[in-house]
């Protein structure tokens, strides 16, 4: 009687065991997206900061005429206007422009998706 007790017992710190095996599983997968949550959040603190350290305000100016310089190279005669602009102006700064991102910061350098969009 005492040994189906023990085998009882034994069973149930198995059953536990397999639950807090679980648990542990579940918690490392959470603080697994939080730190790349915090590593994405820090990467785009810190352009952010570089954005903001910079003393020369954006020139308007230089961005019309890059933006005319692109309209130029397709052809087209169309006037720019400051929604242009401004869309130039994010994605120089490291933001995505494009349907697919928009507002995201850009880590691998230039997207395909937000190029054709400034070139249309």
Not at 13 to 34: H, P, S
Request: proline residues 1%; aromatic residues 8%; hydrophobic residues 40%.
């Amino acid at each position: 009687m005492e040994k189906k007790n023990i085998f009882a017992h034994m069973q149930e710190m198995e059953a536990q065991m397999d639950e807090m095996r679980t648990t542990l599983g579940d918690w490392k997968q959470t603080v697994k997206e939080l730190m790349e949550a915090n590593q994405k959040l820090s990467l785009e603190n810190e352009q952010l900061r570089i954005i903001l350290k910079r003393e020369a305000p954006v020139d308007k100016a230089a961005l019309s005429a890059e933006a005319e310089a692109i309209l130029a190279a397709e052809g087209k005669e169309e006037v720019v206007g400051e929604g242009y602009d401004n869309l130039a102006r994010l994605y120089h700064e490291g933001f995505h422009i494009c349907n697919v991102y928009f507002g995201h910061l850009r880590t691998e350098g230039d997207c395909l998706f937000c190029l054709s969009f400034l070139n249309k």
